[in-house]
T-cell receptor, first 114, second 113 residues
């Protein structure tokens, strides 16, 4: 158990809909990262927050947005969903803000768009 | 960023040492080598990282060649639970916000009884 929690575990929705994925980092970790993993693909970095502020942006679509709240939990919002958005979405946390820090991953949310 | 090249898959007998190679011939001086693994759609797990010197922890050893163009992750006594996809990642450490880990396809390691 990494100490990072993600909800929900599974999510099935239809094209055009909007969903919110939630992540609670390990106690004391200030950084939260979001990744997308499509079937049999490597992880694609989406975005990082550090202590409530956006720290780095990767290949995140404009239809996707995220935020980190004062209690440090984070939410990833996916809107106007398309079939291609079906994937595993992982959240990770680390103590510091640079990628040098070991990242601890949550169990993921499996999103299926029908 | 330095690109990494890993074999697509490897087999190893249980109890033997598993040696996973990674080529990063374009690595630059400030880039670290990281290894993570992912067991069947679970969240990836950090294994080890290094810059120049060889590193060892309770999970594995990391051997980096003197020219830093390649490295090898060694699992000293592989068990069936080590069956996973192993990712070799090279990334600079910097306060610049864009220096994030970039993940390739990894090596699927299968431990056989």
């Amino acid at each position: 158990d990494s100490g990072v929690t993600q909800t929900p575990k599974h999510l099935i929705t239809a094209t055009g809909q909007r969903v919110t994925l939630r992540c609670s980092p390990r106690s004391g970790d200030l950084s939260v990262y979001w990744y997308q993993q499509s079937l049999d693909q490597g992880l694609q970095f989406l975005i990082q927050y550090y202590n409530g502020e956006e720290r780095a942006k990767g290949n995140i679509l404009e239809r996707f947005s995220a935020q980190q709240f004062p209690d440090l939990h984070s939410e990833l919002n996916l809107s106007s969903l398309e079939l291609g958005d079906s994937a595993l979405y992982f959240c990770a946390s680390s103590a510091g803000e640079g990628p040098y820090n070991e990242q601890f991953f949550g169990p993921g949310t499996r999103l299926t768009v029908l | 960023d330095a690109k990494t090249t890993q074999p697509t898959s490897m087999d190893c007998a249980e109890g033997r040492a598993a040696n996973l190679p990674c080529n990063h011939s374009t690595i630059s001086g400030n880039e670290y080598v990281y290894w993570y693994r992912q067991i069947h759609s679970q969240g990836p797990q950090y294994i080890i990282h290094g810059l120049k010197n060889n590193e060892t922890n309770e999970m594995a050893s990391l051997i980096i060649t003197e020219d830093r163009k390649s490295s090898t992750l060694i699992l000293p006594h592989a068990t069936l639970r080590d069956t996973a996809v192993y990712y070799c990642i090279v990334r600079a450490w910097s306060m610049d916000s864009n220096y994030q880990l970039i993940w390739g396809a990894g090596t699927k390691l299968i431990i056989k009884p």
